[in-house]
């Protein structure tokens, strides 16, 4: 259907804790965005008003866009927040090798201080391992061992089975998680005791699932590999109904397209997927796709995106045009089994609670957050707690009756008086002062955490382009950046919907991985063997990819399958991912592999600290059934003079920086064209997201429309 001359092609969501946003686009790759408050309620309300202010830019009527669209991409947090606030399916049963019950409680070191800022991580009396997802009167041991290399120890005990099976479904659990500890090398164990188990289901007439950890995540880590499993069933797979909810909302709206979902490794897969797990990040990851994509358009090598949102500060790292992917990640304390592109968050959202310490007698901030309920300045919301926006909008950042285009007023007055009595007069502060040094507080915390990031990495700042986007983080980046050399800073105009414009950027693909553990020695005596133990896990991998798209009703023959390899030089601690030159390898292949792997590891690290002469271990195969789609171009425009037409300026508005008032001159965000430069004090104004220019500063807008910004 060809809407005002347009014929559209997609639609992109990304559903966060505060806003909605939507970005669709026309078979030209042209798109448009528009945003809405979340509906956590219903999130399909949320979309179609995002969708809604979307088609508005091009004076489409949603009602009939929605119905000949192409395909639509979801992305957000149903997951994750199902697992952090602890509302998912507590009926899981466990059964997992005799002796290792306690797994699950355990956990890994690591889970406990994960996510800490440093001092945390400094302070034992910070660190606190999860609450387990499963109780430990639901988990069974069974004898039984297979060693790291796949040969039987031990064989299975099947009474031990049975007895297991029968105890678990007396405590009416409605599915049985099977994790034996080195069925990633031989999964006969596993796969017998999923057969006595259904066996045994059937007889008692029960309606019970039996999912074995082979199936789920073939990896190396007992820990990971059990949490995955869990994970799985606590939060993916309670969240599948609700996202067949959002795709039926759409159907009854006439659309036919396909619906999908953002993964965590930046792909889109069916929600019938048999790893859901897979999308529990999907929310965030969108931003780091969008930035990838950009960056590659721009030609720039290394680049850091900075998403800042209502409830996080999301950071991710593009080094020489080589975007991670870490194979174990922690969510909600948990150490997960899951291909993640790489991606560190903090708790510094602008929606983050400042709270005045009695016992430290100092003020903090967060971790929690208003989400979308905004602050004290939102009258309907009932927020009594002070927000990080509830001080920017008292500090003369934000306009009180512009926040979301006027859908939300917010009261002024009320902020002022929130923040004086909890946050000003307990220190004995002025009022704006104390509002001034809270955001500071804020920004010094994610300029630091910036900067251990990329010196993590043996970089400094001025080696990193930084990307801002976010609904918060364009009002937040003139403070974060404060001191830092960046080569420069980027601001998008489509900044606010930064994520869903992610989500429309990821092709059609599912992603599959297996470990492999074995050594390349630098004679070259395994290279026949490895040869041929990478080829037969690969043709693994292809078969269960191409079931995915047979499911989906795709011939897996049009499927481009690309192969790759984790490796690392021996006695490292952490392995890079390289393609793999083919599928069906030979011993000769395996030179090409590791000079692939040598030249990206010197691109990341440097020439230094390459160590080829230790020899390589080979540590997992993945395999990726891509089917390319159409993403969004980055058009470029005529450039116009530098000073902005009359038509873009709002006015004046008093700003406070450094202790001090400053006339601000305002701007509307999407007036300003190709060209255009604004001199601080200055804020540039959208219905969705605000720019901060704090004296001394500048913007200029180029012939993409993104904002490059300036600070003296």
Known sequence: MKEGGRILKSVAIDTGGTMTDAVIMDTEGEF?????????????????????????????DSEEAIKDIGISIYSGTIMVNRLLQREGNENIGVITTAGFEDLHQLGRGMQCWAGLPYAGRLHAREHKHPEPLVPREKIRGVRERVNFIGEELIPLYEDDVREAVEELLDLGVNVICVCLLSSYRDPTHERRVREIAEDIIKEKGKDVRVVISYDVAPIRGETPRLNTMIVEQYAAEPSREQLRRVQQSFREKGAKAPFRVLTCYGSTVSPEHERLVTTLMSGPIGGAVGGAYLANKLGIANVIGVDGGGTTLDVSLISERYVPTRWESIVGGFLLNIPMIGLRSMAAGTGAYLRYNKITKRLEYGPDSAGYLVGVCN????????????????LGYLNPDYFLGGDIPLNKDRAFKAVKEQLADPVGKDTYKTAKGMLDLIQLD???????????????????????????????????????????????????????????????????EKSLDLILPPDGSF??????????????????????FERDGMNPEEVEFRPSTRLQYMGML?????????????AKDMKEITSRYDKRFEEIFKRGTKSPELG??????????????VKPEIPSFDLCG?????GAAKGKRDIYWEGKWHEASLWEWDLLKPGNRVKGPAVIESPVTTLLLPPNSETYLDQYRLFHLKIK
């Open 32 to 60: 448009t965005v528009g945003k809405a408050v979340t509906t956590p309620r219903d999130e399909s309300q949320g979309i179609l008003n995002a969708i809604r202010s979307a088609c508005g830019y091009w004076d489409l």
């Open 379 to 394: 009258e309907k919301a009932n927020v009594q707690t002070v927000t990080a926006t509830d001080c920017a909008l008292i």
């Open 446 to 512: 994610e300029a630091s955490f910036l900067t251990g990031i990329v010196e993590g990495m043996g970089y400094r700042p001025e080696n990193y382009v930084l990307l801002c986007y976010g609904g918060g983080g364009p009002l937040q980046v003139a403070g974060f950046t404060k001191g830092m050399n960046f080569q420069d800073i980027l601001v998008p105009s489509w900044a606010a919907a930064f994520s869903a414009f992610g989500c429309a950027c990821g092709d059609y693909a599912y992603r599959y």
């Open 527 to 548: 290279d026949a063997i490895v040869a041929m133990s990478s080829t037969a896990g690969y043709m693994e991998l292809k078969g269960r990819i191409c079931k995915e």
């Open 574 to 586: 952490d392995d890079l991912e390289v393609d793999s030159p083919s599928d069906t390898l030979e």
């Open 616 to 629: 390589y271990a080979i540590t997992k195969l993945i395999g990726v059934g891509v089917m390319p789609v």
């Open 642 to 646: 530098e000073k902005p037409d009359e």
